[in-house]
């Protein structure tokens, strides 16, 4: 009877000994599991980051062509209004000197 007590005490120790080596195995596995998201997570943000600077560099590139590309525009639109009105300024002010009368 001892030894059959002794036999079951022993298988007792050794089944609290493959818990506690799957316990620490389990505790080891999630720390290296949650090593691997914070890793991950760490690259999607720096991607992310790198894409978001892209498209940021890329809109600057384009807002500044199109602010180039509409001062142009202004420039020679005020300089086709100037050359109008250097040709017909007297046709412009006799419009304007008998619209003033009629009134």
Do not use: F, P
Not at 15 to 29: E, M
Not at 39 to 55: G, M, P, S, V
């Amino acid at each position: 009877m001892d030894t059959v007590i002794n036999k079951l005490s022993e298988i007792e120790v050794a089944a609290s000994r493959i818990l506690d080596g799957a316990a620490s195995q389990k505790k080891a596995l999630d720390q290296q599991q949650e090593e691997r998201i914070a890793e991950y997570d760490r690259q999607i943000d720096e991607k992310t980051a790198a894409e978001i600077e892209k498209l940021r560099q890329e809109l600057s590139v384009a807002r500044d062509s199109e602010l180039k590309q509409l001062q142009e525009n202004s420039a020679r639109t005020l300089d086709e209004l100037d050359a109008y009105y250097q040709e017909n300024h007297e046709v412009l002010a006799g419009q304007i000197y008998e619209k003033i009368l009629r009134k």
